[in-house]
Structure formats: C-alpha cells, structure tokens
C-alpha cells in the first residue's frame, strides 16, 4: 500500500479510538450508585457572571461510596453551587452546612436503573452513529484517491481494512454497553 492509503488508514483508527475514548468519558457521568466526582461534571455555577464548571471552583470528593463532598474555595458561593446542582437535575439534595455541601447519593430505583440503561444505550448509539460517519468520510477519501491515480484495487484494500476496523471498535461499543449495563443494574 501506497503511504497516501496507510494515513487514511490511521486517520481512521485514531478517530474510532477517539470516538471509544468519548463514550467512556460521557459513560463516567451516569451514575450507578457509587458516589463519584464525575456524577457532578456537567454542572455549571454562575461565578460573578461567568458559567464556570463547578470543578474550576471548588474541591469535589468522596469519603466514601455515598456522599459526594463540594469544598467551595470560596465559602460565600456554598448557596450558588447548591442551587446549580439542584437546577441540573441530577436527583441530588445537597446538604449546606455553612462550610461544605454534603450530598448523599440516594439508592438508585428500579426506573431511574432502567432510565439510565436507556441513556447508556443512547450514548452507545451515538458512538456506533459516529464510528460509521468516520467510516463513510474514509471511503470518500479513499474514492479520490482512484481518481488521482491510485490503483482500484487498492482503494478497495482501504475500504476493505476501514470496514475492519469499523467493524473492531462497533464491538467494542457494544462491549463497553454491556458492562455498564450489568454495572447500572447490579443493585
């Protein structure tokens, strides 16, 4: 194979890797009933008029596998943190006792168990979406190449080897979803 075929090649790899990478990371902020920081990486906090991630602001912890714990670095914004978590509608009822906010991460319930797998399978729709663009845009590289003179075998070589690989990290999708899936569910 020419070099302009092995760089699509893994062009393509890199991103599908990519595309994993980003399902793990968006999996890490559903929540399984075991407290952890990530569970509020999402929440933003007006801080003197900027949207700023809670992370930037304050001190996130766990003491252990049912609380979570918010240090404000600055304790007269303990009130504001506590109403942006409320406003992200994460199930979360923080305890604010002047110093820290303390949030018990509640049992998870039957539903909110099943409503979670249906978002995991979302996200994991959403990988498998963008795996097959990123597959898509490969094979029409690949076309003009054919067109700039690389043999027609070759490009199917390519095509061939990007299916490879589509069909490798669409595997890994499915993988990844199921064990979250059991991890959600396991009570």
């Known amino acids: 194979m020419n070099e302009q075929s092995l760089i699509i090649i893994e062009q393509t790899k890199k991103e599908m890797v990519s595309a994993i990478t980003h399902l793990e990371h968006e999996f890490t902020k559903i929540r399984t009933g075991k407290a952890s920081p990530q569970m509020l990486e999402g929440v933003k906090v007006d801080y003197y008029g900027n949207m700023t991630p809670i992370d930037q602001i304050a001190n996130i912890n766990t003491p252990d596998a049912k609380q979570i714990v918010v240090q404000a670095w600055d304790k007269s914004l303990l009130s504001v943190i506590e109403k942006a978590i409320m406003a992200a509608n994460l199930g979360f009822?923080?305890?604010?006792?002047?110093?820290?906010?303390?949030?018990?991460?509640?049992?998870?319930?039957?539903?909110?168990?099943?409503?979670?797998?249906?978002?995991?399978?979302?996200?994991?729709?959403?990988?498998?979406?963008?795996?097959?663009?990123?597959?898509?845009?490969?094979?029409?590289?690949?076309?003009?190449?054919?067109?700039?003179?690389?043999?027609?075998?070759?490009?199917?070589?390519?095509?061939?080897?990007?299916?490879?690989?589509?069909?490798?990290?669409?595997?890994k999708v499915d993988k990844i979803l199921e064990i979250k899936e059991k991890d959600i569910m396991t009570v």
């Open 93 to 171: 009822n923080p305890q604010n006792n002047g110093e820290i906010l303390r949030i018990v991460v509640p049992a998870l319930t039957e539903d909110r168990r099943k409503d979670l797998v249906k978002r995991a399978k979302a996200e994991a729709e959403n990988a498998r979406v963008t795996i097959r663009n990123i597959r898509r845009n490969s094979n029409e590289v690949a076309k003009k190449l054919e067109k700039l003179g690389v043999p027609e075998d070759e490009v199917k070589g390519v095509e061939k080897e990007v299916q490879h690989q589509t069909d490798l990290h669409i595997q």
